[in-house]
C-alpha cells in the first residue's frame, strides 16, 4: 500500500523536503517530550532515509524500500505529534455490526467533545419551557 507524504505524490525531492522539515523540527526541540526511544528512532530513520536518498537514482521513481521507509517516518512522525493511534470497536446506532476504527488521540478528542456537545444541544432543545 502506497501512503502520501503530508499529500505529496513522494517524489525524490518531496522525500528529501519533508526528511529535511524533520530534521529541522527536530533540532528545534519540537519533539523532546517524545520518548527516548522515539527519539532515537527518528534520528535513526533520518540518517537511514539520507543514505538510501544519496544512492537514489534521480531519473527514476523512489524504490519501493525508499517510499516505504519515508512513509513509515511520516506515519511515525504524525502518530506522535497527534498523542498516539487509539483503535476502538464501534458499532453503528441500531447495527450489532461493529467495526474498528483507528484515530490519533487528537482526533478521538476531537471526536468525543463534539459528540457531548451535540448532545447537550439535543438535551437543551428537547426541555419544556417554563
Known amino acids: 500500500m502506497k501512503l502520501k507524504l503530508s499529500g505529496t505524490d513522494g517524489t525524490?525531492?518531496?522525500?528529501?523536503?519533508?526528511?529535511?522539515?524533520?530534521?529541522?523540527?527536530?533540532?528545534?526541540?519540537?519533539?523532546?517530550?517524545?520518548?527516548?526511544?522515539?527519539?532515537?528512532?527518528?534520528?535513526?530513520?533520518?540518517?537511514?532515509?539520507?543514505?538510501?536518498?544519496?544512492?537514489?537514482?534521480?531519473?527514476?521513481?523512489p524504490s519501493e524500500e525508499l517510499q516505504a521507509s519515508a512513509n513509515a517516518l511520516s506515519l511515525k512522525v504524525a502518530s506522535l505529534e497527534e498523542g498516539g493511534i487509539v483503535?476502538?470497536?464501534?458499532?453503528?446506532?441500531?447495527?450489532?455490526?461493529?467495526?474498528?476504527?483507528?484515530?490519533s488521540q487528537k482526533r478521538a478528542a476531537e471526536d468525543s467533545r463534539k459528540a457531548q456537545d451535540e448532545l447537550r444541544r439535543f438535551n437543551r432543545q428537547r426541555l419544556p419551557n417554563r
Open 12 to 61: 525524490l525531492s518531496e522525500i528529501q523536503e519533508y526528511v529535511d522539515r524533520v530534521d529541522e523540527r527536530f533540532q528545534e526541540g519540537r519533539y523532546d517530550d517524545f520518548g527516548k526511544k522515539d527519539r532515537q528512532w527518528i534520528i535513526d530513520q533520518i540518517i537511514a532515509l539520507r543514505e538510501q536518498l544519496k544512492v537514489a537514482d534521480p531519473n527514476l521513481p
Open 87 to 103: 483503535c476502538k470497536r464501534e458499532s453503528r446506532v441500531g447495527s450489532r455490526m461493529s467495526e474498528t476504527k483507528c484515530r
